[in-house]
């Protein structure tokens, strides 16, 4: 049964808005049933061209999902019988066919996307392939837009995908979720990947590609929410990143200069995301299985919450996040909130018993350089900053900590 054919805009329209909001999910059913990357996303998108025509002239299906799944099987078979496909064999043909022919046009799709991400964020593939995965599989993000998050050439980019794809069909990488014995370490893998992908974006500025990263973020982890409910890990996660994207607004000035937290124009952050990520962080901590993200989530939602944030408590947070991820880099952290909490001392002599592991790292140079001004030490200081400015990554950073420098030399000229 079809519907009357609307006008061509109505069909692009609603085929936009699946490739949006299903493609992982279609991609999934597929995989699950050819148990071939390449061939799911060559055979989606034959179904979609078909969409094109089809629907353009016959009007909408009455369940679209169903009869892009149908139809894509249907395009897969087609293709493994004109080319051969290296050596697969006939009666897997078979099979195929037999499992298209019996497929129904329903909308009620089995969700795989779960197995699917376990698969893109498989330790076997190395971080950066896990996230360039994750995004084009998961994300629906194209080639040409995934290897602009990376600064990579399309070409490069599709044959890191490319390499994946046959390494996850040869190595015979399971298409699964892991069982209760791997559940922890490897959830945790995906949270990581997830996390990477919303820090490329939150960290590249305020540009259409950085935002669109974020959301394709927390887009993910709403999704791993909604499929495995009830994971404090997983809400700690959402609720940091939704908690930290809250801020976006607020953190380069009108002449593109970053703007640190305490500096912020509040009236500028997004109540409603900072209220969802605080009530999610509330639902994790009930569940008494303190995890790395729920505690980064609740530093955020000090920050977010009152001014002066409550640093003696960050200070607390920042011990038990030392405990889980004992790296410089929360050295580094919770360094500065005992300087902010009134330690200064005791936040110096951390800051530089972290110098040699640290010496190349920018934002080390920066709360360096500011723990030393506030210790009174204006020369060191600005030799930090110095270094600092020498190190940034991006003209907004490095504005921001010339204007710091600025201030600091301005009593002593």
Same mark, same amino acid.
């Given at each position: ?273 900072? /209220? $969802?990520?605080? @009530?999610?962080?509330?639902? +994790?901590? !009930?569940?008494? #299985? &303190?995890?790395?993200?729920? %505690?980064?989530? =609740? ?69 360096? /350089? $500011?723990?030393? @001004?506030?210790?009174?030490? +204006?020369? !060191?200081?600005? #030799? &930090?900053?110095?270094?600092? %400015?020498?190190? =940034? ?21």
């Amino acid at each position: 049964m079809t519907l009357a054919a609307p006008d061509p805009q109505s069909v692009s329209r609603a085929i936009a808005a699946l490739v949006r909001t299903d493609r992982g999910r279609l991609l999934s059913a597929l995989i699950t049933r050819l148990k071939d990357f390449q061939l799911a996303e060559e055979a989606l998108q034959d179904a979609l061209a078909s969409a094109v025509v089809h629907w353009g002239r016959a009007g909408l299906p009455a369940s679209p999902r169903g009869w892009l799944l149908k139809v894509a099987l249907r395009k897969a078979i087609d293709r493994l019988r004109t080319s051969a496909r290296e050596g697969r064999k006939a009666t897997e043909i078979a099979r195929l066919s037999v499992a298209e022919a019996a497929e129904t046009t329903t909308d009620d799709i089995p969700d795989e996307r779960l197995r699917l991400i376990f698969t893109c964020c498989h330790p076997a593939l190395e971080p950066k392939t896990r996230v360039a995965l994750t995004l084009r599989t998961l994300g629906g993000l194209s080639t040409t837009e995934v290897a602009d998050a990376f600064l990579d050439n399309e070409t490069t980019m599709g044959q890191r995908l490319s390499r994946a794809r046959t390494k996850i069909l040869g190595a015979g990488i399971p298409y699964a979720v892991p069982g209760p014995e791997d559940w922890d370490e490897r959830l945790q893998s995906v949270l990581k990947v997830v996390y990477l992908i919303f820090n490329q974006g939150y960290s590249d500025g305020d540009g259409g590609r950085a935002r669109q990263l974020s959301e394709e973020a927390i887009y993910l982890a709403r999704m791993l929410n909604e499929l495995r409910p009830g994971q404090a890990e997983v809400e700690g996660l959402l609720g940091l990143m939704l908690i930290t994207e809250a801020r976006r607004a607020a953190r380069l000035a009108s002449d593109g200069t970053s703007v640190s937290i305490p500096f912020q124009d509040r009236t500028l952050w997004d109540q409603g995301r900072i /209220a $969802e990520g605080v @009530a999610l962080l509330d639902e +994790a901590m !009930a569940r008494r #299985a &303190a995890g790395p993200f729920q %505690i980064k989530a =609740a530093i955020a939602a000090l920050h977010a919450q009152a001014e002066p944030p409550d640093w003696p408590q960050i200070v607390l947070l920042y011990d038990s996040l030392l405990r889980m991820e004992p790296t410089p880099v929360v050295q580094l952290n919770r360094a500065v909130a005992l300087a902010e909490a009134g330690a200064v001392e005791a936040g110096l002599r951390v800051l530089e018993s972290l110098a040699p592991a640290l010496a190349a790292y920018q934002p080390f140079h920066a709360a360096h /350089a $500011e723990v030393l @001004a506030r210790s009174g030490r +204006a020369e !060191a200081a600005l #030799a &930090a900053y110095d270094r600092a %400015i020498s190190l =940034a990554s991006n003209p907004s950073d490095a504005a921001f900590l010339r204007r710091r420098r600025d201030q600091l030399a301005e009593p002593s000229s």
